[in-house]
Nanobody, 127 residues
Framework: QVQLAESGGGLVQPGGSLRLTCVSS????????MGWFRQAPGKEREFVAG????????YYSDSVKGRFTISKDDAVNTLNLQMRSLNTEDTGIYYC????????????????????WGQGTQVTVSS
């Protein structure tokens, strides 16, 4: 059984930083393309960042480019999202997702491309 578990969310002031972690059990991330999505209240879940299975490619939404960094640590089966210069529009539930059998050096931005999802971690940016 594949399980993805996010952690690291919380309450942070505007301009602050957080580091989200997604740990996989029952599934190796070394052969998976991975992504981070978020869902704000009343809005659809949206793509935030993605990374290819081999780590050679990454992609960010325009709203987080230059502030967020996605990374994989295959040795410990973990996906990370370093978030800096947070603002109130970054508030939402953050989900990690994994895609099996990805193409080399390909980042997937559509929700439907992913096979597995975590339960999410809440990020609240507020003064």
């Amino acid at each position: 059984q594949v399980q993805l578990a996010e952690s690291g969310g919380g309450l942070v002031q505007p301009g602050g930083s957080l580091r989200l972690t997604c740990v996989s059990s029952g599934h190796t991330l070394s052969t998976s393309a991975m992504g981070w999505f978020r869902q704000a209240p009343g809005k659809e879940r949206e793509f935030v960042a993605g990374i290819s299975w081999d780590g050679h490619a990454s992609y960010y939404s325009d709203s987080v480019k230059g502030r967020f960094t996605i990374s994989k640590d295959d040795a410990v089966n973990t996906l990370n999202l370093q978030m800096r210069s947070l603002n109130t529009e970054d508030t939402g539930i953050y989900y990690c997702a994994a895609k099996e059998s990805p193409q080399s050096s390909t980042v997937y931005r559509l929700r439907g491309a992913y096979n597995y999802w975590g339960q999410g971690t809440q990020v609240t940016v507020s003064s």
